[in-house]
């Protein structure tokens, strides 16, 4: 049988929090080659911000249908930690294999 194996699964997990000069640039940055070597999904959550940071983020998923993407927002701010917890149980109930997790307001050239 040549069956081929199934590829491990990866979320990219985007903490934002008063992303919107940022976020945008940080989604580029992400090779599109992660998503042949793996089962790929891109989260973005972002933390109760008062700017455009959830719009960019739907914006972005709008505009690369190709690309499996969720884009969430806190109903208020649950702090740095308290992010971080909602994005590893999202990848627990939805059992991914790697949690590879990026800043969206990282400073970025």
Excluded: W
């Amino acid at each position: 049988m040549n069956e081929r194996p199934e590829r491990q699964r990866l979320l990219i997990f985007v903490i934002a929090y008063y992303a919107e000069s940022t976020l945008r640039r940080v989604l580029e940055r992400i090779p599109s080659a992660i998503f042949q070597e793996f089962d790929c999904e891109i989260l973005v959550v972002d933390d109760a911000s008062l700017d455009r940071t959830f719009a960019i983020g739907r914006e972005y998923k709008e505009n690369h249908p190709d690309i499996p993407m969720t884009v969430l927002r806190n109903e208020f701010n649950r702090g740095y930690g308290g992010n971080q917890k909602i994005g590893y149980a999202y990848a627990i109930a939805e059992d991914f294999d790697f949690v590879a997790m990026l800043h969206g307001a990282s400073a970025v050239a």
